[in-house]
Structures are given as structure tokens and as C-alpha cells.
């Protein structure tokens, strides 16, 4: 079965700098394209950064870009979203997502895991 969890969420000041982590467990990670959401609330899920299964693309949604960095390490099973110039808009649960096809995808539907996700919050 597979298991992704989440880790690095927490309350940061408007600017500020948090990295999320999350950890793959159950199958080879290195055949996951892997992607973060996010949900404000209120709002639907959406779209934030996909990385390829080697590291070597990136996407990310018009919202983060030049803020948010997407890496892996296929070493260690995680993924990782470096957030920095954070906003309070930003503040939202985020979620990773595994897509079995390896396509560098921004549709949750074609996602086939998910994490639990981790609560970010900005404050202004």
C-alpha cells in the first residue's frame, strides 16, 4: 500500500520561509511524477507544483512561480516545496500527490495517491 505523508506546515509571518517534506512509502518512488496542491478555505483544491520522476522538469502554477521551489531526492522518498516571500494567500492545507502515469500533470483527478496534508497559515 502506498503512504504519503506530509511534514513542515506551521504558522509563518507574511515574507517568511517554510519547506514541506513529504515522504513516499510502498512502492518505488522514483516511478512517481509527483505534484502539490493546495486548499484554501472555502476554496476548491489547486494546482501548485509538479516535479518529474527524475527531477530533471518542473511546473509550477502562475501563483508561485519565482517563490516556490519543487525538488525531490529519490534517495530518501521525499519531495519537498520550498516556500519563501510567503503571503496570507498562500495559507492553505497542502498536499502532495503521486501520479502513477509520470506525467507532469496539474489535474488532481489524474493524481493516484494522496497525502493527508499539512495546514500552512500566513499571517499578515
Known amino acids: 500500500q502506498v503512504q504519503l505523508v506530509e511534514s513542515g506546515g506551521g504558522l509563518v509571518q507574511a515574507g517568511g520561509s517554510l519547506r514541506l517534506s513529504c515522504t513516499v512509502s510502498?512502492?518505488?518512488?522514483?516511478?512517481?511524477?509527483m505534484d502539490w496542491f493546495r486548499q484554501a478555505p472555502g476554496k476548491e483544491r489547486e494546482f501548485v507544483a509538479v516535479i518529474s520522476r527524475s527531477g530533471l522538469s518542473t511546473r509550477y502554477a502562475d501563483s508561485v512561480k519565482g517563490r516556490f521551489t519543487i525538488s525531490r531526492d529519490n534517495a530518501k522518498n521525499t519531495v519537498y516545496l520550498q516556500m519563501n516571500s510567503l503571503k496570507p494567500e498562500d495559507t492553505a492545507v497542502y498536499y502532495c500527490?503521486?501520479?502513477?502515469?509520470?506525467?507532469?500533470?496539474?489535474?488532481?483527478?489524474?493524481?493516484?495517491?494522496w497525502g493527508k496534508g499539512t495546514l500552512v497559515t500566513v499571517s499578515s
Open positions: 510502498g512502492r518505488t518512488f522514483s516511478t512517481y511524477a
Open positions: 500527490a503521486a501520479d502513477d502515469r509520470g506525467s507532469l500533470s496539474s489535474e488532481s483527478s489524474y493524481m493516484d495517491y
